[in-house]
């Protein structure tokens, strides 16, 4: 496969997110991509490599359980530098394929609702689409309480598996879209590697969790929803 992005010589070069919190706020958007393999190469491993325009390494998740999704202990949402910063866990006996996220890495422990971050809901609908970008294919509930009557915060439109969607706030402003990477913008690469970019003002850890989760609800055809 070609070389997505530049390494360090002696590996990747990571963002230390840690670092730049007195940084003035960026006015331009983020434009990242994401490259659905794990940092970690070796045989049974998945996951996402993230890099910035620069590319330089700002996310990883690396699922070392494969054969069961990595549902059982989440998906750990981490910096360049492998520091968790969110577990993202499917709600057990979820008829609307429901994830969690929770802050740091809470691993097999049960985590108090207190601590959630964000609930997101497979709506059932642009699941499978092929034309109508505006299909709401999942939405997302901020904070630790979400009830039937609850308005999402964010939904996403579009189609994520063909990599054209849409994150929106709940007043219909463009979050962050999804979109085919192309090199030079006349190569297009294959569906493993994709371009997310983000607005300003928008939280890059909560979007890239948007993305993990997006990933293991909005399956391809005939292929298992949580497997990817």
């Known amino acids: 496969m070609s070389k997505i992005h530049p390494a360090a010589e002696n590996g990747y070069q990571y963002q230390d997110r840690g670092v730049h919190h007195d940084q003035v706020e960026d006015v ?24 910035d325009h620069q590319g330089v390494l700002t996310f990883r998740v690396d699922n070392y359980s494969r054969k069961s999704c990595g549902v059982r202990k989440g998906l750990v949402l981490m910096d ?27 691993g097999c422990a049960k985590s108090p609702k207190s601590s959630r971050v964000f609930t997101m809901r497979n709506t059932g609908s642009g699941l499978f689409s092929r034309s109508n970008k505006s299909e709401v294919t999942a939405e997302v509930f901020m904070g630790s ?5 609850s308005s999402p915060d964010f939904r996403i439109e579009g189609c994520f598996w063909r990599r054209k969607c849409n994150i929106k706030s709940s007043s219909g402003q463009l979050v962050a879209n999804v979109a085919r ?4 913008n006349t190569v297009m690469l ?8 983000v607005q300003p003002g928008f939280d890059l850890d909560l979007i890239m969790a948007f993305v993990i989760i997006l990933d293991r609800i909005c399956g391809k055809p005939l292929t298992p929803i949580l497997c990817s």
């Not at 958007?29 to 190469?41: A, D, F, H, Q």
């Not at 309480?145 to 009557?149: D, F, G, K, M, R």
């Not at 990477?181 to 030079?184: C, E, L, P």
């Not at 294959?190 to 970019?197: A, N, Q, R, T």
């Open 145 to 149: 309480e979400t009830t039937s009557l």
């Open 80 to 106: 360049g530098a492998g520091r968790a910063l969110l577990t993202l866990k499917p709600q057990v006996f979820s008829m609307q394929d429901q994830w969690n996220a929770y802050q740091g890495d809470y």
């Open 28 to 51: 331009n958007p983020s434009v990242l991509t994401v490259w659905k393999r794990s940092s970690m190469t070796f045989q049974g491993t998945d996951g996402f490599t993230v890099f």
């Open 190 to 197: 294959g569906e493993d590697v994709f371009s997310l970019v």
């Open 181 to 184: 990477k192309r090199v030079n």
